[in-house]
């Protein structure tokens, strides 16, 4: 996501825009959700019914793990750019 996208708007229009962006971002991270659940549980499904052997499954379920939590993170964790964020960047380059 680009910085212009995430400045928080007061105009109506803009606020509509940020607003459909965020509901689409909410909407695309329970469909990820959704699919790393299914996948991995065939996958332990698949390891349990072939033996149990070594846990080979944990290495799909971590890694995909890592990124479905940096999703999770962008969509609910990470807070908007806010023009007083924009403002003290400038002042720090304009200081360097």
Do not use: C
């Amino acid at each position: 996501m680009n910085a212009v996208t995430d400045i928080r708007v007061s105009d109506g229009e803009d606020l509509r825009n940020a607003a459909l962006e965020r509901i689409k971002k909410r909407q695309d991270f329970r469909a990820h959700l959704l699919v790393y659940l299914l996948i991995n549980g065939i996958v332990w499904v698949t390891w349990a019914l072939t033996g149990t052997g070594f846990p080979w499954p944990a290495f799909v379920t971590a890694g995909w793990g890592v990124g479905l939590i940096m999703n999770a993170y962008e969509v609910y964790g990470r807070r908007p750019i806010s023009e007083d964020d924009v403002r003290r960047e400038i002042e720090r380059l304009r200081g360097a």
